[in-house]
């Protein structure tokens, strides 16, 4: 099956710092990738959907500037997280699909520790 | 608005069978998709409908009623892997999934 590729699996980083945390679709184009977070036994939540080649729609509440998302190519999206504070710290997960209708192909996450 | 409603708990023996439902309110419909969560995983595809009916794949069975705005996915003979959080998730207009919280099954012996 189709499989996104998530670097890196944890990361602990020091508050104002900043971390990217990479996304790539090994063997589909990923038209559209989305970046969501996950707080303990909380429901995903969606954060910006990306297009390749065109700037990411970013959900109500997410400050663009602080969560930057690049989708440069058909493979590859990341996510930057700039001047982490430790409320930041969650699970994000990136995934992605080749067309409208299309099961999501989720990374499997990346657990951002923030001290 | 949009809305997901699923229990948020369900207990089951293994190797018996327990139905998961979920109803739903979208802006729109683009069918409806159940994914499974280990804990501290990311979620993994287990089933797409986007007509009324039943769809099987191996042990696990989804049904649709776009009407009711209901669907239930069908687990069979449990094994204890099987214990994790389940999402319903349909699909709406934007071609957006929406998100609630799953449900979360205990498998026991």
């Known amino acids: 099956g189709a499989v996104v590729s998530q670097h890196p699996s944890w990361v602990i980083c020091k508050s104002g710092t900043s971390v990217k945390i990479e996304c790539r679709s090994l063997d589909f184009q990923a038209t559209t990738m989305f970046w969501y977070r996950q707080f303990p036994k909380q429901s995903l939540m969606l954060m910006a959907t990306?297009?390749?080649?065109?700037?990411?729609?970013?959900e109500q509440g997410v400050e663009k500037d602080k969560f930057l998302i690049n989708h440069a190519s058909l493979t590859l999206s990341t996510l930057t997280v700039t001047s982490a504070h430790p409320e930041d710290s969650s699970f994000y997960i990136c995934?992605?699909?080749?067309?409208?209708?299309?099961?999501?192909?989720f990374g499997n996450g990346t657990r951002l520790t923030v001290t | 608005g949009q809305n997901i409603d699923q229990p948020t708990e369900m207990t089951a023996t293994e190797g018996a069978i327990v139905q998961i439902n979920c109803t739903y309110q979208t802006s729109g419909f683009n069918g409806l998709f159940w994914y499974q969560q280990h804990a501290g995983e990311a979620p993994t595809f287990l089933s797409y409908?986007?007509l009324d009916g039943l769809e099987e794949k191996g042990r696990f069975s989804s049904f649709l009623s776009r009407s009711k705005g209901y669907s239930y996915l069908l687990l069979k003979e449990l094994q204890m892997k099987d214990s994790a959080s389940y999402l319903c998730?349909?699909?709406?207009?934007?071609?957006?999934?929406?998100w609630g919280a799953g449900t979360k099954l205990i498998i026991k012996p």
């Open positions: 990306s297009n390749e080649g065109s700037k990411a729609t970013y």
């Open positions: 409908n986007v």
């Open positions: 998730a349909p699909m709406d207009s934007n071609y957006q999934l929406i």
């Open positions: 995934s992605g699909g080749d067309r409208d209708i299309s099961p999501l192909h």
